[in-house]
Every structure is written in structure tokens, then in C-alpha cells.
């Protein structure tokens, strides 16, 4: 009889280290597959978004993932300066955000974050504010365009000055009669450099006044369109 009870509780014995071992195996599954936890030296388990210590016990672990604790973690497992600089961290209370777009406090939170940049009343906001800065763009590469083409025609009327500066001192003189010095041509004849120099001052004014017609075009049929 006492070998008999001997032999079965070795038996449940084996039985229970066997599913142990199973359980071990699944803990140590669940922990690698998780992102948020990791084992210690120790043997416990840590969750990495709290700091929490965990018995390594399957039972541990999975009151541990159903608990507040850490569903309260997950909602803020989630980097909010991806929505920057539209969503901005409150200056007073650390557990909200703003919105710069709607001017709304947004609470601190994955789900209601998700939430309000999906919403039709930040999108709205969103599409009108890429608007502005898209006019003003274009708004500022005109003006610099006109500050170009003014340049450019500075600098070849400055050219123009300084061929005419020159020229008088090239002249040829011509024969002495009558004790008086002329001169062969008395009227010189505008050079090829020259007048290529006054054909792009035309041009690049033509194009100016162009641009400025275009831009009062558009104008005055976004004006239209507004109405």
C-alpha cells in the first residue's frame, strides 16, 4: 500500500513540474512577444512603460495585463510630437495637449488624439492654414522674382553708363584744317554689345509688366470665385 502511494505521488509529482515547464514556456512567450516587458535578473518580470515588477508566474503576468495599471499605460504609449507643431504639449498641465489649429486643450491620450486629428473640424483648420502658407509661397517667390529681374536691369544700365563713359575715348581723331581738329564720325553708331544690352532691358521689362498683369489676374479671379 505505501508503494502503491508512494508511486502516485511521484507521479502527480512528474505531473506537476510537467506543467510548470509548460507554463514557463508559455510566460517566456508572451514576455518575448510583448514589447513592454522584459525579464530581470532576478526572474521577475518588468513592464517597461510603468516600471512595474512582475512574479513570473503565468497567473501574475496575465492579471497584470488585464489590470488598469497597464491599460491606463497603453493609452499613452504613443509619441505625441509626431503632431507638432499643429499639437503642442499644454504649458500648465502636463497631462494635456493643445491644439494649435482648433485652440482646444486635448486630453493626453492615444485614443483621443487619434480621434481629434481625424475629426472634420481639425482637418478643416488644417487644409485652410497648408492654404495660407502655400499663397504666401508663392506670394514671396513673385517677389523675389521681381527683386531678380530689377537687378538684372540694374546692372545692364550700369553696363550701358560705362560703355558710354568709354567710347568718347576711343574716337579716332581726324585731320587738322584750318588749325582746327575734327573728328571722321561725329555721330559714333550704337555697338552690337550695346544694343544686345538694350534688347534684354526690354525684354526683362516686357516680362515685369507681364508678370504684374498675370498677378492681378489671378487676383481678381480668386475675388470671383470668393463671391
Do not use: W
Amino acid at each position: 500500500m505505501n508503494k502503491n502511494k508512494e508511486s502516485v505521488k511521484q507521479t502527480q509529482n512528474i505531473k506537476a513540474n510537467d506543467s510548470n515547464m509548460n507554463k514557463n514556456k508559455e510566460l517566456q512567450k508572451l514576455v518575448q512577444n510583448n514589447k513592454h516587458f522584459e525579464f530581470l535578473p532576478s526572474g521577475k518580470i518588468k513592464c517597461i512603460l510603468t516600471n512595474h515588477e512582475i512574479l513570473p508566474t503565468l497567473q501574475e503576468f496575465n492579471n497584470y495585463l488585464n489590470g488598469k495599471s497597464y491599460k491606463n499605460a497603453q493609452e499613452n504609449d504613443i509619441d505625441f510630437t509626431q503632431f507638432e507643431p499643429y499639437i503642442v504639449q499644454h504649458k500648465s498641465d502636463r497631462n494635456k495637449l493643445y491644439c494649435n489649429l482648433t485652440r482646444q486643450n486635448i486630453s493626453k491620450k492615444k485614443s483621443v488624439v487619434l480621434k481629434h486629428v481625424n475629426g472634420k473640424r481639425y482637418k478643416y483648420y488644417l487644409s485652410k492654414y497648408l492654404e495660407e502658407q502655400a499663397k504666401e509661397e508663392q506670394e514671396n517667390q513673385e517677389s523675389n522674382q521681381e527683386d531678380e529681374v530689377q537687378n538684372e536691369l540694374e546692372e545692364l544700365n550700369n553696363l550701358i553708363n560705362e560703355e558710354e563713359e568709354i567710347q568718347p575715348k576711343k574716337q579716332k581723331s581726324g585731320i587738322l584744317k584750318g588749325g582746327k581738329k575734327i573728328n571722321k564720325k561725329k555721330v559714333k553708331p550704337q555697338s552690337e554689345e550695346q544694343i544686345e544690352i538694350e534688347k534684354t532691358i526690354q525684354n526683362k521689362q516686357t516680362q515685369q509688366q507681364d508678370g504684374k498683369q498675370m498677378k492681378k489676374l489671378k487676383n481678381k479671379h480668386q475675388k470671383e470665385q470668393k463671391e
